[in-house]
């Protein structure tokens, strides 16, 4: 007997039972549909939570002073290292790998005035390229240029935050804030930042400014931090070896010695951002696998109904010499054509709900953000098909196995005189 023929018994099969088949096929379909959701959300959420933290930076790492822990040079242990302003300088010219590099020096508990509005906030001291290592984004006015910090000049950068609180809506470029009784010309804005991981304070709540203007506050010799971009994400563990080279030539410890300089890498952190996004992942793919189980059992369900109501004829098809194979491959064939009638609508219906949804509110509340940067955009990626139809594939194939095993079984007299 061909495929062909056995095709021809089985979508004959289904068109006789056509309302079960329908309700089947619909059953199924609801559950790949259900799945395919359920993955976008985890893939769109995965997505939001990566672009959240990366917004401190996309690949930053902090450089800052602390204790040696070994001896070196004759210098003993336990001696504070402080960065200096040369430092800076120095290690962007020794280190090809720093692609971009600042220093940075804080001022925190500072006084903002503007006609008659007040708010305390945080000033950070900083060189033109911090803009790049750090994803800061200006929507009004421009950034910090190189003129600014050689001639000292009193600009600032205000966070969105601080901008909204200063100045509500109102244009805010060209106008002067008052910083602890200091007038400075606001320069920029900074679009809202949505960032889940920070050092110190949030950057919509601080104020930049040159880093040589930040003698009208304090001594800018020694920074708090160097903060600085690797060329590459590969090249990130060498570039940190040798600025710690560096500073121990400069400073005078060994270059082994991880305590006298902290180094600090913030993608050591998304190991744990991309942990909680795979969790969230499984959960949601553990619940689409249930739904599609669920019309799995449906399935398995409608398929023993069908082999009871064609007890006799399958008898008679065994008794005129039918193989058992024949009938296990008819029987398979069904349930085969009712999963890919069922995959082929529910996915369908996957997209086009996926497309209706778009996006789903997540850290926008939290951050007062309505510009959907911080929601989670639900998106079909050839992933979600691929899995969804694979597991589509394992619960049809279950499904459809085991009535099939039966009806292949049935002793053919017993089944002739089946009532």
């Excluded at 056995?6 to 199924?28: D, K, P």
């Excluded at 305390?120 to 200006?138: C, F, H, L, M, T």
């Excluded at 082994?256 to 942990?275: N, R």
């Excluded at 509340?365 to 079909?380: N, Q």
Aim: aromatic fraction near 8%; hydrophobic fraction near 45%; proline fraction near 3%.
């Amino acid at each position: 007997m061909t495929w062909r023929f056995i095709f021809t018994e089985a979508w004959a099969a289904l068109r006789f039972h056509r309302q079960r088949t329908m309700f089947t096929t619909l059953s199924l379909a609801w559950g790949v549909t259900c799945f395919v959701i359920l993955i976008s959300y985890g893939k769109g959420f995965e997505q939001a939570l990566v672009k959240a933290f990366q917004a401190v930076g996309q690949d930053l790492v902090l450089t800052m002073g602390g204790q040696t822990s070994e001896q070196a040079g004759g210098m003993r242990t336990g001696r504070r290292v402080r960065l200096e302003l040369s430092d800076a300088a120095a290690v962007k010219e020794a280190v090809p790998l720093v692609e971009n590099l600042s220093p940075e020096i804080m001022r925190n508990g500072v006084k903002a005035q503007y006609r008659g509005r007040e708010k305390e906030v945080s000033i950070r001291a900083v060189w033109p390229e911090y803009d790049i290592v750090r994803n800061i984004k200006i929507t009004d006015g421009r950034w910090l240029n190189e003129d600014d910090r050689q001639h000292q000049y009193r600009v600032a950068i205000l966070g969105a935050k601080v901008a909204t609180e200063l100045f509500g809506g109102a244009p805010a470029v060209n106008e002067d804030v008052i910083l602890n009784g200091i007038h400075f010309t606001v320069i920029g804005v900074m679009d809202n930042k949505l960032q889940i991981a920070n050092y110190n304070r949030s950057d919509n709540q601080c104020i930049f400014i040159p880093y040589d203007s930040f003698n009208v506050f304090g001594d800018t010799k020694y920074p708090w931090f160097l903060v600085w971009k690797p060329a590459t994400p590969d090249s990130r563990e060498r570039a940190i070896k040798m600025v710690r080279a560096k500073l121990a030539e400069i400073h005078r410890f060994s270059p082994t010695d991880e305590k006298a300089v902290e180094i600090l890498a913030f993608s050591k952190f998304m190991s744990i951002v991309t942990g909680m996004s795979l969790a969230v992942q499984l959960l949601l793919g553990f619940v689409g696998a249930l739904t599609l189980a669920i019309g799995g059992v449906g399935l398995a369900n409608i398929m023993l109904a069908s082999v009871i109501d064609r007890t006799r004829e399958i008898g008679m098809i065994k008794a005129l010499g039918g193989l058992r194979s024949m009938v296990l491959k008819q029987f398979l064939v069904e349930a085969c054509l009712i999963v890919a009638a069922g995959g082929a609508l529910g996915i369908s219906l996957g997209i086009i709900a996926t497309k209706v949804i778009g996006s789903m509110p997540f850290l926008g509340p939290a951050f007062k953000d309505t510009t959907g940067a911080g929601d989670i955009y639900l998106h079909i990626s050839g992933s979600s098909i691929l899995i969804s139809t694979g597991v589509l594939l394992v619960v049809g194939l279950i499904a459809g196995l085991v009535p099939a095993i039966k009806a292949s079984k049935l002793d053919p007299i017993e089944a002739l005189h089946y009532e």
